[in-house]
């Protein structure tokens, strides 16, 4: 069944998970991120987190992208009333016609997509942020990853056994295959953040490019 967009009348659609997630997610941005920016967010899903990080980073822009064309009005409704937000747009991440140009985006953000994605979603966010961010922008990774070394949370064993008895392609994905794809792209990791919920934060910054 395909969703319909919501009518201004309806209930938009609501993350639990999203709204216990926001305000942790958003004191790292507040440490990490520069005062202003442009920022571009991947699979905004419901645009919780789009108005909610809008709303408390007045001086940055926020341009929300999500591949469900379905969820854009969601987005808007949501949205709505924010100077700062853009109107969402469709984007899988494996186009390479992004919504920004080359070295202009000082930060791009992706929550909890990457581990119900095939891998290749996954290498063309790396890839896309390396093209859009500027010298030293960010890429701000947020969910559940598997840490060679570490134990496994039982919690995030069974989401995983979950995620790929869906589909084989999805699953948590290694710290280390995401490293070694984001080196590959231009970005390096510098911080790794312990969230709640066993949750990392990754935060990838992009290399300073050689001038030609």
Not at 77 to 104: F, I, K, M, Y
Not at 121 to 139: I, K, N, P, V
Not at 200 to 205: N, S, V
């Amino acid at each position: 069944m395909i969703p319909r967009a919501p009518s201004d009348a309806s209930p938009l659609p609501h993350s639990p998970a999203a709204d216990r997630n926001k305000a942790p997610i958003l004191a790292e941005l507040q440490r990490l991120l520069p005062p202003a920016g442009q920022a571009l967010e991947v699979a905004a899903g419901t645009g919780q987190h789009a108005a909610h990080f809008a709303a408390a980073l007045p001086a940055w822009y926020w341009l929300p992208t999500e591949p469900d064309a379905a969820l854009l009005p969601v987005i808007a409704r949501r949205c709505a009333g924010l100077s700062n937000v853009a109107a969402p747009l469709q984007l899988d991440v494996r186009s390479a016609d992004w919504p920004a140009a080359p070295g202009t985006l000082d930060a791009v953000y992706c929550a909890n997509m990457i581990h119900i994605a095939p891998w290749a979603c996954c290498e063309a966010l790396l890839q896309g942020a390396g093209r859009s961010l500027r010298d030293d922008g960010w890429l701000i990774l947020y969910g559940p990853f598997i840490v060679e070394g570490e134990a496994l949370a039982p919690g995030n064993a069974a989401f995983d056994a979950d995620l790929r008895r869906r589909d084989p392609a999805w699953g948590l994905r290694t710290l280390a295959s995401v490293n070694a794809a984001a080196e590959a792209a231009g970005l390096h990791l510098a911080e790794r953040v312990a969230m709640p919920a066993n949750n990392l934060l990754l935060a990838l910054q992009a290399r300073t490019r050689q001038a030609s």
